[in-house]
């Protein structure tokens, strides 16, 4: 997979989903990128909602972290360094199966896992008149 483009309106998000959930593994973390209100937690509500996940989807600003069933998972470090993740152990949450959702993660984050081993996937966000346009691509 290069990178895939898919511009819509929001409520065009099921192709998103539907091209996610074909082409990103079992295990893989997604990084979630794009300026603040672009759509992030609205891509992880509705790919809990493809996966079954009963209840509300909110950003986990500070608790850091949301775990919903269906091995779903979803990180907030808006408010965090890299070390501070690694500190509170969170980075060790990453060898659990599933999608690992995150919000706000660093490009030096990125890489260290990626150097590691994971399955890392970006999904870019912008937002333009009454669109988004989603960039999907294997790192």
Not at 95 to 113: N, Y
């Amino acid at each position: 997979m290069n990178k895939k483009e898919i511009i819509g309106s929001l409520k065009d998000i099921e192709k998103v989903v539907n091209y996610l959930n074909e082409v990103v593994p079992k295990n893989a973390i997604i990084f979630l990128i794009g300026n603040l209100a672009s759509g992030k937690t609205t891509l992880t509500a509705q790919i809990a909602k493809s996966k079954g996940v009963d209840g509300e989807v909110t950003s986990p600003t500070f608790s850091l972290q949301q775990c919903y069933d269906k091995d779903l998972y979803h990180y907030d470090l808006y408010r965090i360094q890299n070390h501070e993740f690694m500190e509170l152990g969170l980075f060790e949450e990453f060898d659990k199966d599933g999608w690992h959702m995150v919000e706000w993660g660093s490009d030096e984050l990125k890489k260290f896992l990626l150097d590691a081993g994971y399955n890392v996937f970006s999904v870019t966000i912008t937002p333009f008149e009454n669109q988004r346009k989603y960039e999907i691509e294997k790192n």
